[in-house]
């Protein structure tokens, strides 16, 4: 989570405010016209609304800068309840300006000192969300998950000890043992293969359709406590005109891997508006 | 892991030190493994040889499950999440 400069307002007094960015959007006629006062922001802030400065408008919020200064932004990282309620409320608030045309989402607890520290930062950056706002236009991101196909049943001979090896002393009961292992770990072998190779060609396909990609870190099974493989996490920048072809390909794609394929969107396009 | 357990945590504590150890001792046993069936494979060992090992960790295997057992750890316990690297231990 990279904070812009500003984000470090420990030295500020305590009933001081800042200024939260959420998104950055274009000012046009229609973001003029947009009605945020609906949404409700995060908490402990006052009303979210938009502050334009030349031809970007950013979407903003006057918080505490109390409830934003490092050590309570650290505890509210490592409290994932709190976090969520944060995170939710940030997503929220850029879905809603999301409805009325492209935006550049910025990353959770984007601070500045004040409006006018904010509008510099756009000034400063305009090129870079003029070509992000450009590049998401008419786009959404759409996530994919792809679990390792489900292994075929190992046949009953495949790990239970055959029962001559029962009494452990057995003639060739050695051998026995070492060829069953040397079995399990040939079909884990290809079994990895496989489900890198079914990985890569949905990622192959999907970037066909796709006008930007990414891909992320598969996530292990501790966290969420799923058992299956995740073999590829990866999103995808899709026109909005080609977006019912999304769901049509992840389907054929599972059937003909047999793979277990997730798809999640749209999104606003998070993971495509560069570091800015 | 003898005598009257009152404390619950540091027994919670014994029972990871135990899955731990048994997780350090089931990553070599498993290296070995791999080690025997590679030696296996070039062909460089006489019957007599490929007999031993594989009774030898058979029995290393079946002492490990028991010693699971003994201690309430299930298989799935003596694995280590790294994280980008993956888990110590295949998994499955």
Not at chain 1, 82 to 109: N, Q
Not at chain 1, 165 to 194: V, W
Not at chain 1, 247 to 262: D, N
Not at chain 2, 2 to 28: F, I, K, N
């Amino acid at each position: 989570m990279t904070q812009p400069s500003d984000s470090r307002v420990a030295s500020s007094s305590a009933n001081a405010a800042v200024t939260y960015v959420f998104a950055v959007c274009r000012s046009t006629r229609a973001t003029s016209a947009l009605d945020v006062t609906g949404v409700a922001g995060l908490p402990g802030g006052e009303a979210v609304r938009l502050l334009p400065s030349g031809l970007l408008t950013a979407v903003v919020q006057t918080v505490p800068a109390a409830d934003f200064t490092d050590e309570v932004w650290q505890r509210r990282l490592s409290d994932r309840e709190e976090i969520e309620r944060y995170a939710r409320a940030h997503h929220a608030v850029v879905s809603a300006v999301a409805t009325h045309g492209p935006v550049v989402p910025l990353p959770l607890a984007t601070l500045y000192h004040d409006d006018d520290r904010a509008r510099s930062r756009l000034a400063d950056e305009a090129d870079r969300f003029h070509t992000a706002l450009k590049r998401v236009a008419h786009h959404a991101e759409w996530g994919v998950k792809v679990y390792r196909p489900l292994a075929p049943e190992p046949g009953p001979a495949a790990d239970a000890p055959p029962p001559e090896a029962a009494g452990g002393r057995a003639p060739g009961a050695g051998l026995a043992y070492l060829n069953r292992k040397r079995g399990a770990q040939a079909r884990r072998e290809k079994l990895r293969e496989q489900a890198l190779d079914v990985a890569d060609s949905v990622d192959a396909e999907l970037r066909g359709l796709a006008a930007a990609s990414r891909r992320l870190r598969t996530h292990g099974a501790a966290l969420s406590g799923d058992q299956r493989v995740h073999v590829l996490n990866a999103t995808y920048l899709v026109a909005d005109e080609r977006a019912h072809e999304v769901g049509r390909l992840v389907a054929a794609l599972g059937e003909r891997t047999g793979a277990q394929i997730e798809l999640s969107g749209p999104w606003v396009p998070y993971s495509f508006v560069g570091e800015v | 892991m003898t005598g009257p357990r009152v404390d619950l945590d540091s027994e919670q504590m014994g029972r990871d030190l135990v899955a731990l150890v048994l997780t350090v001792v089931e990553l070599l046993r498993q290296l070995m493994e791999r080690q025997a069936i590679r030696r296996v494979e070039q062909g460089d060992l006489s019957d007599e040889q490929v007999e031993e090992i594989g009774t030898t960790l058979m029995l290393l295997d079946r002492r490990m499950k028991e010693l699971c057992e003994q201690h309430g750890v299930r298989p799935e316990d003596l694995n280590l999440d790294l994280g980008p690297l993956g888990t110590l231990l295949p998994r499955n």
